[in-house]
């Protein structure tokens, strides 16, 4: 149900309220899913080309992910190529955890749009992202990691933002 305002025929302003279809149903549920996960998926392709953009210019180390997979203790499951086994965690962590987060949270951050609203919810994420994928960088390593990858960051938020405005018509609130 959302609330909608209507005029009446004396021209008074009244509260109605309308069911939206599909956003109640278990099948609007798993189509959010779906499209969370959809966004997550280009949102993390749009960051990981910042990342490596950022790697080119020796701001960060994609070694950060075999260090994530170990913090994590799944390094194991495939030794030989620790990277790949973290950024897949990685990329689990943004097609699933954070896109639930943003579906939950995206009305509350300001702008106008979803697109826009996820450029404040990828800096939040970036608060976390800074310190935990830090390798020892310093002087102008260390400004070009922070620079770097809080635009990765942005372009993660902006394009899951994106994903949600363009495949859905959601309404003012879900609950």
């Not at 009446?8 to 302003?13: C, K, L, P, Y």
């Not at 798993?30 to 392709?45: E, F, K, P, Q, S």
């Not at 960051?47 to 203790?73: C, K, N, R, Y």
């Not at 994928?133 to 990765?152: E, N, P, Q």
């Amino acid at each position: 149900m959302v609330n909608e305002r209507t005029e009446t025929e004396d021209g008074e302003i009244a509260d109605t309220q309308t069911e939206i279809e599909g956003f109640d149903s278990m099948i609007g549920i798993a189509l959010d899913g779906v499209i969370g996960a959809l966004g997550g998926l280009v949102g993390t392709a749009a960051m990981t080309v910042g990342l490596l953009v950022a790697q080119s210019l020796g701001a960060f180390d994609m070694v950060s992910f075999a260090d994530f997979a170990e913090l994590v203790g799944i390094a194991g499951l495939f030794p030989a190529n620790a990277v790949a086994v973290g950024y897949l965690v990685f990329l689990g962590g943004g097609m699933v955890i954070w896109p639930l987060l943003f579906a939950a949270a995206g009305l509350y951050l300001p702008g106008e749009t979803y697109a826009k609203r996820g450029l404040p919810y990828g800096f939040v994420l970036w608060t976390g992202f800074a310190p935990a994928f830090y390798l020892d960088y310093s002087g102008f390593s260390l400004v070009l990691y922070l620079v770097l990858t809080l635009i990765a960051h942005f372009s993660y938020g902006f394009s899951l933002g994106a994903v949600f405005d363009y495949f859905t018509d959601r309404p003012d609130t879900l609950v």
